[in-house]
C-alpha cells in the first residue's frame, strides 16, 4: 500500500464483499457484520477523539479492527506508539449469538484467532493491535490504558454489555467517546439505558451525529 493514501478509504474498497471474501476471489476483503454508516462513524470518531489509545470490546474476524487501525494510522501515521487494544476470546464456545455463524465455523473448522491473525496483516495494522485472548469479565483492568474510544460490540446481553459499559468506561478519558454496536437490540439498548441513568460523567451526543450528516445507526457518548 502507498503510504500517502488514505488507508481507511482503501480498505473500504473492500470491506463487506464478504462472498468474495469466503470465495477467496478478494484476498484483501474481510467478513465482517460492520456495515452501512457505521464504518464512516467509526473513522470520524477516531478522528475527533483525544489523542489516545482504543478500546475495542468483540473483534471478531477483523473488519472493524482494521476499520479502527486504519483510522489511526491516517491520523497518527505508521509509526504511532498509540494502541488499539482488541479485547475478544475469539473461541467458538464464547459465541451468544447467530446461530448461522456459529454454524459456519463449526463445520468449516475455521481457526477464528488465525483468521483474524491473517486479516490484520495483510492491511499491515498488527503493529497497532494489543491481543486480549479473554472475555471482558476476565481482563484485569488495571492492565488496560487509558482511551479516547471505546467500541463495545460483544455478547449483546443486557447485563453482559452493562458490566462492560460500567467497568470499560472508567478508562475512557475526558473529551472521549462510547460507541456500542447494535444498539437496536433489546439487550444493548436496556444497558445503554440503564447505564445513562446512573453514570454522572457521559453524555448522549448521538443527536450531534444526526445533525452531521451522520445518521444515528449507532450510538455514540461523550463526556
Not at 478509504?9 to 452501512?36: F, P, R, W
Not at 456459529?102 to 495494522?125: A, G, P, Q, S
Amino acid at each position: 500500500m502507498e503510504n500517502n493514501v488514505n488507508k481507511y478509504e482503501e480498505y473500504m474498497l473492500h470491506h463487506n464483499k464478504c462472498d468474495a471474501a469466503q470465495k477467496g476471489e478478494d484476498s484483501l476483503a474481510i467478513v465482517s457484520m460492520t456495515s452501512g454508516f457505521e464504518p464512516q462513524i467509526l473513522n470520524k470518531l477516531v478522528k475527533l477523539m483525544p489523542i489516545s489509545n482504543i478500546i475495542e470490546l468483540g473483534s471478531w474476524l477483523g473488519g472493524t479492527t482494521v476499520i479502527i487501525a486504519t483510522s489511526m494510522q491516517d491520523r497518527f501515521g505508521d509509526n504511532t506508539q498509540l494502541k488499539l487494544h482488541s479485547i475478544d476470546p475469539l473461541d467458538i464456545n464464547c459465541l451468544t449469538y447467530d446461530g448461522n455463524m456459529v454454524k459456519h465455523v463449526n463445520e468449516n473448522n475455521l481457526d477464528l484467532r488465525k483468521m483474524f491473525d491473517d486479516n490484520i496483516k495483510k492491511w499491515h495494522v498488527d503493529p497497532l493491535i494489543v491481543k486480549h485472548r479473554l472475555k471482558s469479565q476476565d481482563v484485569d483492568i488495571d492492565q488496560i490504558p487509558e482511551c479516547g474510544l471505546l467500541f463495545i460490540d460483544s455478547s449483546h446481553e443486557e447485563e453482559s454489555v452493562l458490566e462492560e459499559l460500567f467497568k470499560f468506561s472508567t478508562k475512557v478519558i475526558k473529551n472521549g467517546y462510547i460507541m456500542l454496536h447494535d444498539k437496536n437490540l433489546a439487550g444493548v439498548n436496556n444497558a445503554i439505558n440503564r447505564f445513562m441513568k446512573d453514570n454522572k460523567i457521559f453524555k448522549d451526543i448521538s443527536y450531534d451525529f444526526i445533525n452531521n450528516d451522520i445518521p444515528n445507526t449507532d450510538l455514540a457518548r461523550g463526556w
